[in-house]
Nanobody
Framework: QVQLVESGGGLVQAGNRLRLSCAVS????????MGWFRQAPGKEREFVAS????????YYTDSVKDRFTISRDNVKNTVYLQMDSLKPEDTAVYYC?????????????????WGQGTRVTVSS
């Protein structure tokens, strides 16, 4: 059974940084497209970033480009989201997701497995 466990969330001031981790068990992430999504209070879950399997392709939503970086460590079977220059509007619960299928990486329906989420709060 594939399990995803996020960690690294917390409360930070605007302008600071956080690194989220997503540890995956049950299957190697090298065969998965990995994604990060977030959901702010009262809003729908939105795509943040993805790392395409067996490639170096990465995708980001416009609001986080040049501030967030997704990376993966296939040896540790862990995916990271480095978040720099955080803004109050980045406040949300962040979810890691894994997909073993091809498709548009910013669509939640593509993903088969999800973590429980980690909360990020950015104060102004």
């Amino acid at each position: 059974q594939v399990q995803l466990v996020e960690s690294g969330g917390g409360l930070v001031q605007a302008g600071n940084r956080l690194r989220l981790s997503c540890a995956v068990s049950g299957r190697t992430i090298s065969t998965y497209t990995m994604g990060w999504f977030r959901q702010a209070p009262g809003k729908e879950r939105e795509f943040v970033a993805s790392s395409i399997w067996r490639s170096t392709e990465t995708y980001y939503t416009d609001s986080v480009k040049d501030r967030f970086t997704i990376s993966r460590d296939n040896v540790k079977n862990t995916v990271y989201l480095q978040m720099d220059s955080l803004k109050p509007e980045d406040t949300a619960v962040y979810y890691c997701a894994a997909s073993g299928r091809g498709g548009t990486p910013d669509q939640p329906l593509l993903y088969d497995y999800w973590g429980q989420g980690t909360r990020v709060t950015v104060s102004s």
